[in-house]
């Protein structure tokens, strides 16, 4: 397996030039790399004009493993080539890294880049990539490749110091400045000492050990950015939507440089697969978070609650779901300051709720759609936190008052009901709790806790704190994690809370069991997207009829499992099959009865209009087509099988013959075209951005576009 690292961009507050004055400082060896041993130089080419200078080096590296691992290697060191390439001119440097020792087992690769800041010519950007490819190690692959990827985590973060001790060490020495190269043509006479002190370090710009493997050369901004309008933040998102690592520590928290790594890794992989909508950073990092920072698990996991949110239009429920009157009167929670670590507090009486009562007098789906409103507010309000308080804030506390809890909450329905919430939110909000303060449990939450407990993930179940009776008042209670001044009234602290008390709901509120069963599953139904099964040899077909040309048809849907490709067709002739009004209508069908007709011959009958396009399983795919002509356009999505025979996942999906895609389209004038498409439109919940990639236009009626 392939192991692989990206790091944020991290930007010195210096010039270039000085920080390759610093750079340099550190050959042929240096005391803060202790596991670089030695360099020589192989070859040296600088152009005619002197703006290039290409330095080829081998560098010898001592690495940290087991004394039995080494005699069965039968080597005491690793030797690295390194090329760097500095271009004086445009004010750049390029290393390039690659293992000597090894090269037929293990394929190690890293590149480095230093450059000067999009937005500010005196500072300098400084971003990494590497890569890990152990095939063989006799036998030890698992254990090479622990070791190399501690080691290498261990190399970036004491990187982050070796370029700031060496500046220092040139300010100490009266070093503050140096001159930019101009073409010998321009250069001009500058002072003795200036000219003594720039020559040795415009002369070893070239020079360098691996960046990572050896000590990463990385450093950090130095200030600190109080908002998004941070200039280090807004160069970096103006530029290929990079992430830079000020941004990183002051809105997402300290991260390791692996963390980092899967942070930025999983970001790209969504801008290349998700064009448009993405969700922000802050959401990206918990799913990592709930995975362990296993970059495939959470990339799975986001895929599937991001066709959840766009299947149920969750990103448009804050503004578009009102809160039935019922649910103001009798819903006892809502949102009360925050705790002693500002996290954004919500207080839910549960034992003062009737939750029989509101079940049958709402349906279990709106008391849903309450709940994910509750978490929608709630990321929110860690966004505003974030800033109020100068800190990453991801998560909030819920204080969970049990007072009146009795059997009648343990209705079955009810229980029901709860555990489908809990799995929803598990799958789609995970580490969005920070704390669950549990208080006055009565005799009857054992029952309730061993019911619901299965359902909640491990590390959630670790963050609740159980309290019963008036333990919560005492030491080591609830002080200890809200402040008196805003723990509420109720519970014996100083805060008036506005919350509903609850109640019992009034039976005449009660819907009829003709009623509950219209509305069971509504949040479903409700949804704009529609979702298709495609098998081998089966494909699933859509019908459109265009009455006047120029007209735009888009199309936007996810392929949730396996892999297809999309296709679209025109024929001037119907479809003649007796179930074509069936066949656009089907959804997941065990076959889908084919609209091409058999005796069709493709070129006479019909004809492709949209070329064939390959979908991977979880990519989101959106585009339109500008119609020539009238007539009967056909959507076709067809089973796909694996070209690569390293393709295993693809492979797997050909052994079970079926995909699955979930799909929305419109038919639009040509003038309304533009931003009218509701599916992208940008988002009202605080979940999502937009990418700085996303721009797409008819620029003509006869072309169309489709954006992957």
């Known amino acids: ?61 001592d690495i940290e493993a087991p004394r039995l691992l080494k005699r069965i290697a039968g080597v005491d060191h690793l030797y690295f080539i390194q090329k760097n390439t500095l271009n004086r001119r445009d004010r750049t440097l390029h290393i390039e890294v690659r293992n000597e020792t090894f090269s037929s087992r293990v394929v190690v690769h890293e590149c480095c880049n230093y450059t000067v800041h999009p937005e500010n010519e005196d500072w300098t950007c400084f971003e990494q990539t590497a890569s890990l490819d152990i095939k063989s190690f006799f036998g030890f692959e698992s254990t090479a490749e622990k070791i190399a990827m501690k080691q290498y985590a261990s190399s ?11 500046l220092r060490e040139l300010e100490e020495e009266g070093v503050t400045h140096l001159p ?8 001009r006479a500058i002072p003795a000492p200036t000219a003594a002190r720039a020559v040795p370090a415009i002369r070893g710009h070239g020079e360098g050990t691996p960046e990572g493997l050896a000590g990463s050369p990385d450093g950090q901004c130095q200030c ?61 990092l918990r799913f990592l978070s709930a995975r362990d920072f296993h ?45 002693r670590d500002g996290r954004p507090l919500y207080v839910l009486r549960l034992g003062q709720m009737d939750t029989k009562g509101l079940l049958r007098a709402l349906t279990e789906e709106v008391l849903l759609r309450q709940v994910l409103t509750i978490i929608e507010e709630g990321l929110q309000r860690c966004e505003e936190n974030t800033r109020v ?14 007072e009146g809890l009795n059997m009648r909450h343990l209705w079955r329905p009810g229980v029901k009901a709860l555990l489908r919430i809990i799995e929803v939110v598990e799958a789609n909000y995970p580490e969005t709790l920070g704390r669950l303060l549990i208080l006055r449990a009565p005799r009857v939450f054992p029952v309730l806790w061993t019911l619901v407990s299965p359902l909640i993930d491990e590390n959630t179940r670790k963050k609740f704190l159980v309290f019963a009776g008036n333990d919560y008042q005492g030491p080591g209670g609830l002080e200890n994690y809200i402040d008196r001044a805003i723990i509420p009234d109720f519970l014996g602290g100083d805060s008036m809370c506005d919350i509903p008390e609850g109640g019992t709901v009034p039976k005449c509120q009660y819907r009829t069991a003709e009623e509950l069963e ?22 699933f077909e859509m019908l459109i009829h265009i009455t006047e040309a120029s007209s735009v048809i888009t199309w936007d849907f996810d392929v949730s499992k396996g892999d297809v490709m999309f296709k679209i067709y025109h024929s001037r002739r119907a479809p003649q099959s007796p179930r074509r009004e069936a066949t656009v209508a089907s959804i997941g069908g065990s076959l889908n009865v084919p609209l091409i007709e058999r005796s069709w011959v493709l070129g006479q009958d019909y004809s492709m209009v949209e070329r064939a396009l390959a979908c991977k399983d979880g990519e989101s795919v959106q585009g339109s087509h500008v119609t020539r002509w009238p007539g009967f356009y056909i959507l076709q999505w067809s089973f796909s099988c694996a070209s690569g025979l390293d393709d295993v996942l693809a492979s797997l999906q050909a052994s079970f013959h079926k995909c699955k895609v979930m799909y929305y389209t419109e038919v639009l004038a040509s003038h309304d075209f533009r931003g009218s498409v509701s599916s992208l439109g940008s988002s009202h919940s605080g979940f999502s951005q937009l990418s700085s990639a996303t721009t797409s236009s008819v620029h003509s009626q006869s072309s169309s576009t489709i954006s992957r």
């Open 1 to 61: 397996m392939v192991q692989e690292y990206q790091s944020p961009v991290r930007v010195y507050k210096r010039p270039f030039e000085l920080i390759m004055a610093a750079y340099v400082r550190r050959f042929p060896r240096c005391h803060l790399i202790p596991v670089f041993v030695d360099s020589e130089v192989i070859s040296e080419k600088q152009s005619p004009d002197g703006s290039t200078l290409v330095t080829e080096r081998r560098c010898t590296i």
């Open 156 to 166: 970036i973060k004491k990187g982050k110091e070796i370029i700031e001790f060496y």
């Open 180 to 187: 930019r190269w101009t073409a010998p043509s321009a250069v």
């Open 224 to 284: 600190s950015p109080s908002s998004l309008t941070h200039p280090c933040v807004i160069a970096v998102f103006r530029s290929a939507d990079k992430l830079d690592a000020d941004y990183i520590r002051r809105y997402l928290g300290d991260l390791t440089p692996l963390q980092e790594s899967c942070l930025i890794r999983l970001r790209l992989w969504l801008q290349e697969t998700h064009k448009g909508k993405i969700p922000k950073d802050q959401h990206v």
């Open 389 to 402: 308080f100068g800190r990453p804030i991801s998560c909030w506390t819920c204080l969970l008052d049990l």
């Open 518 to 539: 219209s509305q069971e599953n509504r949040l479903l139904t409700d949804s704009i997207y529609k979702s298709a099964s495609v098998f081998k040899g089966s494909p």
């Open 295 to 339: 970059l495939d698990k959470a990339r799975e996991l986001l895929c599937q609650s991001l066709t959840w949110r766009k299947q149920h239009q969750v990103d448009f429920l804050l503004d578009s779901w009102e809160r039935p009157q019922l649910l103001q009167d009798y819903y006892s929670g809502g949102w009360h300051h925050h705790d």
